[in-house]
């Protein structure tokens, strides 16, 4: 093949404007507690259409402090799906509450709403995953959790603009959790951010994700003078971050259209490998966000995904898994609840059988044919043993 350049799954975008955005804050010297983080905490929340947006360190960060501040804590049940980032299971844990795992849907990735439905016993909350940026079945999630009395808290880490019945992600439960991390749809170095509706949540997930302040910097009469009336972390963001996401949210309209366009070409490409199935990007009234393309390969174990996957790196093509294990069946939750093999069986064929392939605004059409081409060869290859 003559064309040999490295096609990464991944890239953060950084231009001119992002550089002069963070050289200005460091020469500014106000590194944190400035007015960026507000700034740019406004724009995300207009763009998502919810009254409230709270920055922090990171998505996990957003899904620990979210059920902290909800008072989430031992003896309490959180449904979460069984196939997601452990950050998810994490959050719950992190709290001293128990996470109960739900199988996914086969053709989405998804938490299986009936699965969910099925569930005796009291839940505290449910943390729908918008696996790979698709919306769960919120209807019925939302439902069940009406009848529990339960609190939704979307894991919206690949969910920057995807909607459910016309509206955005982060919008659809009590809360939403965002990802900023590098290689997410869009930036602010490591960073999170909390969407909700609701006053009362906002203004404890501010007080909360620095220390239990009674007092912000700026409602100080007197410098460095406040009381600690609660429990509390410090997951703010900072200002060189809070820049750098700011800078990106003009652009992602751009980054969106090419990622639907990558996506639906590559798409097209690979329908036509027998046995392979790959994820829609839309469904029903959910329309995602396009963060990847999986491509999942027979349940029979017909074809090794090492094999494929090797062969795509033997050529340049980057790919990711999403993700490795069920979670139940990651050491830590296996050795602490006793989870075995079989209990999930969707989730376990997705974390042995699926290959994430890049669909983001650094792929160009001619990486698009290149990443088809490789994988059809990498079939053909693992076919003929
Ligand atoms: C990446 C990811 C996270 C973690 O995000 P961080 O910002 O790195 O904490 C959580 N949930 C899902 C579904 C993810 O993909």
């Known amino acids: 093949m003559s064309d040999n350049r490295q096609v990464p799954f991944g ?18 010297g106000i590194l944190v507690h400035g007015k960026i983080t507000p700034a740019f905490e406004a724009a995300f929340a207009q763009r998502i259409g919810t009254k409230h947006a709270v920055a922090v360190s990171s998505c996990t960060a957003g899904l620990h402090l979210t059920l902290f501040v909800k008072g ?15 950050a998810t299971a994490h959050s719950v844990e992190l709290c001293g509450a128990t996470p109960v795992f739900v199988d996914v849907e086969e053709d989405t990735g998804n938490m299986d709403a009936g699965i969910l439905q099925s569930l005796d016993g009291p839940m505290r909350a449910v943390i729908p995953v918008h696996y790979l940026g698709l919306p769960c079945e919120m209807g019925r999630i939302n439902r069940y959790a009406e009848q529990k009395d339960a609190f939704v808290l979307e894991d919206c880490a690949l969910a920057v603009d995807s909607t459910y019945a016309g509206r955005k992600a ?18 602010s170095i490591e960073g999170g951010m909390i969407t909700t509706d609701d006053d009362e949540l906002a203004a404890q997930l501010r007080k909360r994700r620095a220390f239990g302040y009674n007092r912000a910097l700026g409602e100080r009469t ?23 996401g700011l800078a990106q949210l003009p652009k992602l309209d751009g980054w969106a259209q090419k990622r639907k366009a990558n996506y639906e070409r590559l798409r097209a490409r690979l329908l036509e490998i027998d046995g392979i199935t790959v994820f829609a990007s839309e469904r029903g009234e959910a ?3 396009h963060y990847c393309l999986n491509a999942v390969l027979p349940r029979n174990g017909s074809l090794k995904r090492d094999e494929i996957v090797d062969h795509l790196s033997e050529n340049g093509i980057g790919s990711s898994v999403h993700y490795p294990s069920a979670v139940p069946l990651f050491t830590y ?10 209990q999930f069986p969707v989730a376990e064929w997705l974390a042995e059988q ?8 650094h792929i160009e059409d001619s990486d698009v044919n290149r990443i088809a081409d490789t994988f059809k060869e990498a079939v053909r290859k693992a076919r003929n043993g």
């Open 11 to 28: 890239k953060p975008q950084i231009g001119e404007e992002e550089l002069s955005a963070v050289t200005d804050v460091l020469r500014s």
């Open 222 to 244: 007197r410098p460095g003078i406040y009381d600690v009336d609660e429990l509390g972390f410090n997951y703010r963001m900072s200002e060189v971050e809070a820049a750098v």
């Open 72 to 86: 989430v804590g031992p003896g309490d049940r959180v449904a979460i799906p069984a196939m997601t980032h452990v």
């Open 170 to 187: 982060g919008g659809l439960g009590l809360a939403g959790s965002f990802s900023f991390y590098p290689v997410k749809h869009m930036t």
């Open 287 to 289: 329309k995602g966000s």
């Open 354 to 361: 699926t290959i994430s392939l890049p669909v983001g605004p």
């Open 333 to 342: 939750y296996k050795e602490r609840y006793g989870y075995k093999s079989g």
